[in-house]
Nanobody, 125 residues
Framework: EVQLVESGGGLVQPGGSLRLSCSAS????????IGWFRQAPGKEREGVSS????????FYADSVKGRFTISGDNAKNTATLQMNSLKPEDTAVYYC??????????????????WGQGTQVTVST
């Protein structure tokens, strides 16, 4: 059974940092692509960042380039999203997802097969 469990969300002031983790099980992590998505109230779920675990390829949305860093740990079957210089507009529920097929690395939600339950990130004073 594929399982993805996010952790690390919370409340942080603008300019602060958070580190989200996605613990994965039930599939071959080394062959997968992990994506981080977010959904703010009243908005569609959008791709934030993704990583191809096998070759290290990465994608970042323009809105987070230079502030967020995605990484994967094969030994721990964990993907991490380090978020720095957070802004109020980063407030959302953050989800990790896994793509198990042979498609290229993608920010499109339809290309991902399984999803975690989400973790809330709130950036506010």
């Amino acid at each position: 059974e594929v399982q993805l469990v996010e952790s690390g969300g919370g409340l942080v002031q603008p300019g602060g940092s958070l580190r989200l983790s996605c613990s994965a099980s039930g599939f071959t992590f080394d062959d997968s692509k992990i994506g981080w998505f977010r959904q703010a109230p009243g908005k569609e779920r959008e791709g934030v960042s993704s990583i191809s675990i096998s070759d290290g390829g990465k994608f970042y949305a323009d809105s987070v380039k230079g502030r967020f860093t995605i990484s994967g740990d094969n030994a721990k079957n964990t993907a991490t999203l380090q978020m720095n210089s957070l802004k109020p507009e980063d407030t959302a529920v953050y989800y990790c997802a896994v793509a198990l097929g042979i498609l290229p690395l993608s920010p499109r939600r339809d290309d991902y097969d399984y999803w975690g339950q989400g973790t809330q990130v709130t950036v506010s004073t």
